[in-house]
């Protein structure tokens, strides 16, 4: 029956697209409302194909950074120009999302295994578990299962593997590339951080600006491109490489402040 059909995952698409209805309706206002999330790029969106399509993020938080790019990806989607105004962009969402998580970070509670459902491609990490530092080999049935993901739709990762701004990419999603030669998508977000706790399940702080910049696809020689040059690319691609690195000043964090309450302030008088 079409009410029960299923992803390539064994989850059932009408129980995914109603979960995906309700988490949206949940999590709108932190970025239209508590914080003002500036979107660049829904255009790109909309150019790209069904299937096939990997997105390449830093990362700020678990869980709020890829709940908003399912708000921007599927607003543009419905024709939104870099807005989610109006949440009914989810009233028919796209279904074949995923994104990449640690296995260890979706089993903890009932609130990550029902995100886990709306799209995680859980893995087992290969240099951390429970906290401490690991030496473990790749699950090939990992790689596999984000293979199969690809070949259903679009997937998210975040090839730093950790929260931590400025830590080195992980190998894995350049060979990841080279395997299954998807199109290439890098997304840089800021103020997600500054806005949510680590877990991004709590507003932490409000009327902080939030941006996310989604770029044009990366040009990637599959067959002949070394790894650690494809690594280098993603590195200057979702500004991670060292060289965009610097110590920010007290003075220059209070300027980054002042100027977010001025937008904030500009935005309510418009």
Not at 7 to 26: A, E, Q, T
Not at 139 to 160: C, E, H, R, Y
């Amino acid at each position: 029956m079409a009410l029960f059909k299923e992803n390539p995952f064994g989850h059932i698409l009408f129980l995914k697209k109603w979960l995906i209805r309700s988490m949206g309706v949940i999590t709108h206002q932190r970025y239209k409302g508590f914080n003002t999330l500036e979107i660049e790029g829904s255009e790109i969106i909309r150019q790209l194909p069904e299937t096939n399509v990997l997105f390449v993020s830093n990362h700020q938080t678990y869980f709020a950074d890829v709940v908003a790019m399912f708000h921007v990806f599927n607003a543009s989607l419905k024709g939104r120009d870099d807005s989610i105004k109006n949440v009914g962009y989810l009233w028919n969402p796209k279904l074949n999302v995923y994104y990449v998580a640690a296995a260890e970070t979706m089993k903890k509670s009932l609130l990550t295994k029902i995100l886990a459902y709306a799209g995680s491609i859980s893995i087992e990490r290969t240099w951390r578990a429970e906290g401490k530092e690991v030496n473990r080999q790749v699950k090939m049935s990992d790689i596999s299962n984000i293979g199969m993901a690809l070949n259903d739709g679009w997937v998210i990762t975040f090839p730093q593997g950790t929260t931590t701004p400025w830590k080195p990419l992980r190998k894995g999603t350049a060979h990841i590339i080279k395997k299954y030669k998807p199109i290439v998508v890098p997304v840089v977000i800021d103020g997600f951080r500054r806005s949510f706790d680590k877990k991004g399940l709590r507003v932490k702080k409000k009327g902080i600006l939030q941006s996310m910049v989604i770029k044009e696809p990366l040009e990637i020689d599959y067959e002949n491109e070394s790894v650690a040059s494809i690594i280098e690319k993603l590195e200057y691609a979702i500004e991670q490489h060292p060289s965009f690195l610097k110590v920010i000043s007290k003075e220059e964090l209070l300027a980054y402040e002042e100027e977010n309450k001025e937008r904030k302030w500009r935005k309510k008088k418009s």
